[in-house]
C-alpha cells in the first residue's frame, strides 16, 4: 500500500496506533489506515480491502499537529499507560483537538491569502480612490470564533478522561478544570495556575461565540473590511467584541486569529503534559518526569514534549 496520492512522494515520518485504527504521518499529511479485520471483525466479506484516507491536510511540519496528535503519541505512550482503551480516548481526542484546529487555521490562511492578493490588485490599479476589500469579513469572523469554541470545548473534554467526575461536581464549564485541580493539587501547583488561565482565556472564547449565536445590542461581534480612516492610512480587516463582561477593543483580524490559534494550541500541549505528568505509570527509583525535550534532542523537531531522565544533573530525553 502507497500512501497518499499521485505526487506525493514524502516519506512516512510516524505513525499513531489505538485499537481501531492507524495514523500515519507524513511531512504535510496526516492519512489514517484501517484494516480489513477491523472494518468487518467478522470476515464476512473476504474481498474487504484494507484502506487508507487522508485525515489532515497538514502533517510533523505543522505546528498545531506536532503539538497535539504528535504530542500526545509522544506522553502516552504503552509504557507509562499500559490501558489501551485509556490511550484510545486520549489520542482520538488530541486528533479531534487537531482537525479543529486545523479548520481554524484554514480560515486565517484563506484571509491572510486574499489581504494579500485585493492589497495587491489595488497597488498594481495606481488608483488612489479604490481600496481593498475581502468581503464577508464578519461571516470569518463568526465561522473562526464556532470553530475556536470547539475546539475549546474538546480540549475539556481531553481533561474529562482522567477528571471527568470531578469536573462534573464541581460546576461550569470553563471553570470547574481549575476547580478540580485547585482541589487536588493545591493553588501553588503550576497545573492550577494554568487552569485557572485557561478559564480566562475560556470565557472570552465562549463569550465571543455567544456574541455570535445570541445578538444583542451589548453582546456582538464587530467586523469590518479594509478601511480608510482620518490619519489617512488603509487598515486591513478588524474584529472588535462587545460584551460587558469580556470585551475587545478593535483589533487586527488575522492578528486576533493567529494569537487565539497559539493559545488553543498551548493549551493542549500543557495539559497532555499536567495529564501524562500526573496519571502515568510509576517510574519507579528513576529520576524521570514529563516536560519540554531540549530541542537537539527531540527526535522530531516541532514536538516539544517527552519523558526526560536527570543524568548527572543533565535532563536526556527517553524513548
Request: contains cysteine; negative net charge; hydrophobic residues 40%.
Amino acid at each position: 500500500m502507497t500512501i497518499g496520492g499521485k505526487g506525493d512522494g514524502s516519506a512516512v515520518l510516524n505513525m499513531v496506533a489505538t485499537t481501531d485504527s492507524l495514523f500515519i504521518i507524513k511531512q504535510s499529511s496526516v492519512h489514517e489506515i484501517r484494516l480489513a479485520d477491523q472494518i468487518d471483525p467478522d470476515r464476512t466479506n473476504i474481498n474487504l480491502p484494507n484502506t487508507q484516507q487522508l485525515f489532515a491536510e497538514a502533517g510533523s511540519e505543522s505546528d498545531i499537529v506536532a503539538r497535539t496528535l504528535l504530542s500526545a503519541d509522544a506522553l502516552f505512550t504503552k509504557t507509562h499507560f499500559p490501558d489501551a482503551k485509556l490511550r484510545d480516548r486520549v489520542v482520538l481526542m488530541s486528533a479531534e483537538i487537531m482537525t479543529q484546529l486545523l479548520a481554524a487555521q484554514k480560515v486565517l490562511d484563506h484571509l491572510e491569502a486574499d489581504q494579500e492578493k485585493r492589497i495587491a490588485d489595488i497597488e498594481a490599479s495606481k488608483d488612489p480612490t479604490r481600496l481593498p476589500a475581502v468581503t464577508e469579513v464578519e461571516t470569518r469572523a463568526n465561522t473562526f470564533i464556532q470553530k475556536a469554541e470547539h475546539t475549546l470545548q474538546a480540549i475539556y473534554r481531553l481533561a474529562e478522561i482522567f477528571y471527568g467526575p470531578q469536573m462534573k461536581a464541581e460546576g461550569k464549564f470553563p471553570d470547574n478544570l481549575a476547580v478540580t485541580f485547585t482541589k487536588a493539587f493545591g493553588e501553588t501547583d503550576p497545573s492550577t495556575a494554568y487552569a485557572k488561565a485557561v478559564a480566562l482565556f475560556g470565557h472570552q472564547v465562549r463569550n465571543a461565540r455567544h456574541c455570535v449565536e445570541h445578538r444583542k445590542e451589548n453582546q456582538r461581534i464587530v467586523a469590518r473590511d479594509f478601511q480608510l480612516r482620518p490619519d489617512g492610512k488603509v487598515y486591513p480587516p478588524s474584529i472588535a467584541v462587545v460584551h460587558p463582561k469580556t470585551p475587545l477593543e478593535e483589533t487586527d483580524l488575522a492578528a486576533f486569529m493567529s494569537a487565539w490559534i497559539e493559545g488553543l494550541t498551548a493549551a493542549t500541549e500543557t495539559l497532555l503534559l499536567y495529564l501524562a505528568g500526573k496519571n502515568h505509570a510509576p517510574f519507579g527509583n528513576f529520576p524521570m518526569g514529563v516536560g519540554y525535550v531540549p530541542e537537539e534532542q527531540r527526535a522530531m523537531p516541532k514536538v516539544r514534549v517527552g519523558y526526560l531522565m536527570n543524568m548527572g544533573g543533565q535532563l536526556h530525553r527517553i524513548g
